[in-house]
């Protein structure tokens, strides 16, 4: 979610992040990271002493193959009581991805009480995706959840039955095939973009952050899809997620 946001924030978003990290010297890292991009941090919770999750990208520099060491550390999951009471404050739209299930569930209930958008960045099938789904207003999955969730012959046909459990749009991002999306009777489908390719690193995690954008701007899914892959292409240039965010103006020249 780190590289999510700060895509938003970097585009001219205003943003807020919550979890869970340590003082330790991995949870300074992160919230240093975010708030390079000027990511509001004020509210993440701080646990003492614990170990903070961190994971480590290796890339082979022929094959471009990536390696992912990661821990989740030993910091405490977080819980709906956690939740601090003014985190949607202001809030136009709250972006989850599904792992931590029940906190998650909990902020998306406030949220639609608020009529605050919610944004679902789905990897994985997990716990109670179900009711996060009946929460969501925009879904982005990935073929693995896809194949999960609605497995099909028929991507469209998977886009449907999603669509179906209560998101009002569906996209699926397929790698160097692109993207592929339905919103009410609309179907928009781009190709990925064609640029050199350093390093995929954190390029679904910048369509989420792009797409989000594209969405408080009150853009509809023919103009936030194709900002979005462009985004997360250009991304792909420069080896690390935010060392390749592309600027606005760089979106729109490519576009």
Not at 23 to 49: H, N
Not at 91 to 115: F, H, N, S, T, W
Request: charged residues 25%.
């Amino acid at each position: 979610m780190g590289n999510l946001v700060a895509t938003m924030a970097a585009l001219g978003g205003r943003t807020r992040y919550f979890g869970r990290l340590s003082d330790d010297d991995f949870g300074r890292y992160i919230v240093a990271g975010l708030e390079e991009f000027e990511v509001d941090c004020k509210q993440v919770s701080i646990q003492p002493g614990a170990v903070s999750p961190v994971s480590i990208i290796q890339i082979d520099e022929l094959s471009r193959r990536r390696k992912i060491l990661s821990s989740r550390g030993s910091t405490l999951p977080l819980a709906p009581r956690d939740l601090p009471r003014d985190l949607l404050d202001g809030a136009q739209l709250l972006c989850i991805d599904g792992y931590m299930p029940a906190v998650q569930v909990a902020i998306a209930e406030k949220a639609r009480e608020r009529g605050i958008a919610v944004l679902l960045n789905a990897r994985h099938l997990h716990s109670e995706m179900d009711e996060l789904l009946r929460l969501s207003d925009y879904v982005i999955g990935s073929e693995r959840f896809v194949a999960e969730i609605a497995p099909s012959d028929k991507i469209e046909r998977s886009l449907s039955q999603i669509a179906r459990l209560g998101p009002r749009s569906v996209v699926i991002t397929q790698g160097d095939a692109g993207a592929i999306g339905l919103e009410g009777d609309t179907l928009v489908k781009k190709e990925a973009i064609d640029v050199f390719i350093a390093d995929t690193t954190g390029a679904g995690d910048v369509f989420c952050g792009a797409f989000a954008y594209g969405v408080l701007q009150g853009w509809g899914i023919e103009k936030s899809l194709p900002f979005a892959n462009a985004a997360a292409g250009l991304c792909c240039r420069t080896v690390g997620a935010r060392a390749g965010l592309p600027s606005m103006s760089e979106i729109l020249e490519f576009l």
